[in-house]
């Protein structure tokens, strides 16, 4: 069974920038597709980014389109979210969580099939 472990979460200010991690502590990334989800306290969960296994798509919700980037690398079996001029709305516990293939829903947390166990980000000053 596929494990992931996120990382990099903290505190940070507003207009200031996290990386997450998401690596595998077992078997390889190469096969799924990564998708990034996060909830706030009293919210639904919130797909934020998917990327395919051969990074050849990347799919981002608009809420956090031209300040996060998702890639990864395979040979490290990990997956990276940068998050740059964050907001205190970015305030969440971020999961990664993977499939087969980001699809035609990527935020849909139905269709994924493992998940980390969250990394806390809180943005505030």
């Known amino acids: 069974q596929l494990q992931l472990v996120e990382s990099g979460g903290g505190l940070v200010q507003p207009g200031g920038s996290l990386r997450l991690s998401c690596v595998t502590s077992?078997?390889?990334?190469?096969?799924?597709?990564i998708g990034w989800f996060r909830q706030a306290p009293g919210k639904e969960r919130e797909g934020v980014s998917c990327?395919?296994?051969?990074?050849?798509?990347?799919i981002y919700a608009n809420s956090v389109e031209g300040r996060f980037t998702l890639s990864r690398d395979n040979a490290k079996s990990t997956v990276y979210l940068q998050m740059n001029s964050l907001k205190p709305e970015d305030t969440a516990v971020y999961y990664c969580?993977?499939?087969?293939?980001?699809?035609?829903?990527?935020?849909?947390?139905?269709?994924?099939?493992?998940w980390g166990q969250g990394t806390q980000v809180t943005v505030s000053s």
């Open positions: 077992r078997f390889t990334l190469d096969d799924y597709a």
């Open positions: 990327i395919s296994s051969s990074s050849t798509r990347t």
């Open positions: 969580a993977a499939r087969w293939n980001c699809g035609l829903a990527p935020f849909d947390p139905e269709d994924y099939d493992y």
